[in-house]
């Protein structure tokens, strides 16, 4: 099955900096979604995007669903040590389709 | 208190053994799922179960079983003819709509064969 290309594969940063990171594609999907792992647990779901275009906002994340389809975005503001972990994309084409997931991107916060 | 439980948290088997790994939710959820993770890699379907006795392959369903005899659980073997078993395991469960965004996670099974 396909994965989806995430990127950066990881990061290390300063408490209180700003975050990117971002999920390619060569296949359209019509749901992206956002996840955070903690290690040693299960993901939890951070955003869902539905629409083309659509940006939506949890607290200091905010996601975009690209304008093509393939690809998203996400970004973290004025970063704490608590958003360390492994953040992972999701595509599904369909709903009742599987998902499709990224490699993930650790992020390591810097007090 | 609804959730997915998986057990052991952390199992050791010796290389040849069978091993199972449970999964229980009390979501009614009607669709399962099992996924492997390993190091720097997404995570990749092993089995998938829409309905109580019907399962479907996933991506790398080769040297794994399953069995779906309740609605709420959904036990996956790891059998000897997996050639690199040592994975972090995740099971997780949606309706069979399959909106994506109501598939919901355990908190995983670590296996380590010795």
């Known amino acids: 099955g396909q994965q989806l290309n995430q990127s950066p594969q990881s990061m290390f940063i300063q408490e209180g900096e700003d975050v990117s990171m971002n999920c390619t594609s060569s296949?359209?999907?019509?749901?992206w979604l956002w996840y955070k792992q903690d290690p040693g647990e299960g993901p939890v779901l951070l955003i869902a995007l539905y629409k083309a275009g659509e940006l939506t906002s949890n607290g200091r994340l905010t996601a975009q669903f690209g304008i093509t389809r393939k690809d998203s975005f996400l970004n973290i503001s004025a970063s704490i040590p608590s958003d360390v972990g492994i953040y992972f994309c999701?595509?599904?084409?369909?709903?009742?389709?599987?998902?499709?997931f990224g490699g993930g991107t650790r992020l390591m916060v810097k007090p | 208190d609804g959730g997915i439980t998986q057990s052991p948290k952390y199992l050791f088997r010796k290389e040849g053994q069978n091993v199972t790994l449970s999964c229980e939710q009390n979501l009614n959820h009607d669709a399962m799922y099992w996924y492997r993770q390993d190091p720097g890699q997404g995570l990749r379907l092993i089995y998938y179960s829409q309905i109580v006795n019907d399962f479907q392959k996933g991506d790398i369903a080769e040297g794994y079983s399953v069995s779906r005899e309740k609605k709420e659980s959904f036990p996956l073997t790891v059998t000897s003819a997996q050639k690199n078993p040592t994975a972090f395991y995740l099971c997780?469960?949606?309706?069979?709509?399959?909106?994506?965004?109501?598939?919901?996670f355990g908190p995983g099974t670590r296996l380590t064969v010795l």
């Open positions: 997780a469960s949606s309706w069979t709509s399959g909106r994506a965004d109501e598939q919901f």
């Open positions: 999701a595509g599904q084409y369909n709903a009742g389709n599987m998902l499709t």
């Open positions: 296949s359209i999907f019509n749901t």
